[in-house]
Nanobody, 119 residues
Framework: QVQLAESGGGLVQPGGSLRLSCAAS??????????MSWYYQATGKDRELVAR????????DYADSVKGRFIISRDNVKNMVYLQMNSLKPEDTAVYYC??????????WGQGTQVTVSA
């Protein structure tokens, strides 16, 4: 069973940066066989796709709201996915989750990591 564990969230001031990590385990095939994505869910709103990355990291895609500020990356040796978040805004405040897949989330959600952007 695939397990996803997000970490790295916290409280940060507007304009600040955070780096989120996602540790993935339990894949039947190699982790490098799976595209990965980050999602966020603000209070009272639906979960939304933030960023996604192909199996080898050669291609990435971002929600318009984070383009130019967030960078998704992965380490296929360590089975990790990262989200570097720069120039954070209050509207980035949400619980952030990682999942497997490019277009849809294909596995159970982890606990997520809370990001709060506030002065």
């Amino acid at each position: 069973q695939v397990q996803l564990a997000e970490s790295g969230g916290g409280l940060v001031q507007p304009g600040g940066s955070l780096r989120l990590s996602c540790a993935a385990s339990g894949f039947r095939s190699s982790f490098s066989s799976y595209p990965m994505s980050w999602y966020y869910q603000a209070t009272g709103k639906d979960r939304e796709l933030v960023a996604r990355i192909t199996t080898d990291g050669s291609d990435t895609d971002y929600a318009d709201s984070v383009k130019g500020r967030f960078i998704i990356s992965r380490d296929n040796v360590k089975n990790m996915v990262y989200l570097q978040m720069n120039s954070l805004k209050p509207e980035d405040t949400a619980v952030y989750y990682c999942n497997v897949g490019w277009s849809i989330a294909t596995h159970s959600w982890g606990q997520g990591t809370q990001v709060t952007v506030s002065a």
